[in-house]
């Protein structure tokens, strides 16, 4: 279970973290949860023994103890699910598992059901007004915005915005920064290909931009990876003209499928004014023209 780079002392307070966490997950499931008798008199603590959630987990007796133990032990991810799924835990505990038994965590996984949070997070953009605000799906599907990105960048609810930076015209025609945020764009999508490599969305998604976009093609044969993060775009608007903005990519951990995207003027740029004007009700009309156009 030792980590590249990991000092004796670390490992030490990482296996006390173990086998303390271990010990409260395994104390809080029943043998009745587990399908086990209960014991009667004989069982003096709560919870499962040891002996029991190797039983059910499918490894040895030993080596159990050994991993609650916090011993410097050989583990697998597919061992591990076995004992987070004996153990009842969550999808943030089984996370945490992953972390003190020295592997890379699994990717994170809402635990509640595809709606929640969802009317919490548009109101959220709905404050953001005048200024820009859109949700990304792991596929870079817009599935929320305010009226600000429709007005502002031409967004429409669950358009793709990688497909339509590389392959919409109005949307290149706007971005003035185009060429500038590119390869982050690209390298963001790789860094989620490689977190996803066998799903087929973000395969169909690869083939789409390949296919569509010349300039996409040349941007992936670089191999480049980054992780979102903040940006400076520029947009050319047809009716309020030059727009300066940062764009912070947000990651709510309770929808961790789910990226809320925030577009804050830059100061001394007059985009505050700008944006102020465009939500009065003519500019804002002229605006949708725009955008039907």
């Known amino acids: 279970m030792a980590s590249a780079g990991e000092s004796r002392p670390e490992r030490h307070r990482r296996?006390?973290?173990?086998?303390?966490?271990?010990?409260?997950?395994r104390a809080r499931v029943s043998p009745a949860e587990s399908g086990l008798p209960d014991g009667g008199a004989r069982?003096?603590?709560?919870g499962l023994r040891r002996e029991e959630v190797a039983v059910l987990a499918g490894v040895g007796a030993s080596w159990y103890q050994w991993?609650?133990?916090?011993?410097?032990?050989?583990?697998?991810?597919?061992v591990l699910d076995a004992v987070a799924r004996v153990l009842r835990m969550s999808s943030a505990e089984r996370r945490h598992l992953y972390v003190l038994a020295g592997l890379n965590p699994p990717l994170?996984?809402?635990?509640?059901?595809?709606?929640?949070?969802?009317a919490g997070m548009q109101r959220l953009m709905d404050s953001w007004m005048p200024y820009p605000a859109h949700i990304m799906d792991p596929y870079f599907s817009a599935v929320g915005l305010n009226a600000s990105a429709q007005?502002?960048?031409?967004?429409?609810?669950?358009?793709?915005?990688?497909?339509?930076?590389?392959?919409?015209e109005?949307?290149?025609?706007?971005?003035?920064?185009?060429?500038?945020?590119?390869?982050?764009?690209?390298a963001e999508l790789r860094a989620s290909l490689a977190e996803w490599p066998a799903d087929e969305g973000f395969q169909l998604l690869l083939e789409d931009l390949l296919a569509g976009s010349a300039e996409f093609r040349e941007l992936w044969e670089l191999g480049d990876v980054c992780r979102p993060g903040q940006r400076v775009k520029e947009l050319d608007h047809p009716v309020v003209g030059a727009l300066h903005f940062e764009s912070t990519t947000l990651q709510v951990p309770a929808r961790p499928d789910l990226r809320l995207i925030l577009h804050n003027p830059i100061p001394g740029t007059g985009t505050a004014e700008?944006?102020?004007?465009?939500?009065?009700?003519?500019a804002r009309r002229a605006a949708l023209r725009q955008v039907a156009g």
């Open 15 to 25: 296996g006390q973290e173990l086998r303390t966490f271990l010990r409260s997950r």
């Open 43 to 46: 069982r003096r603590t709560p």
């Open 67 to 78: 991993l609650e133990q916090g011993r410097d032990i050989t583990v697998s991810p597919q």
């Open 108 to 118: 994170p996984e809402s635990e509640y059901d595809p709606d929640y949070l969802c």
């Open 151 to 168: 007005l502002v960048m031409g967004m429409n609810a669950q358009e793709n915005c990688i497909i339509n930076f590389f392959c919409d």
């Open 170 to 186: 109005r949307y290149r025609a706007r971005a003035v920064s185009w060429e500038q945020n590119a390869p982050g764009v690209v």
């Open 274 to 282: 700008k944006l102020q004007r465009l939500a009065e009700p003519e």
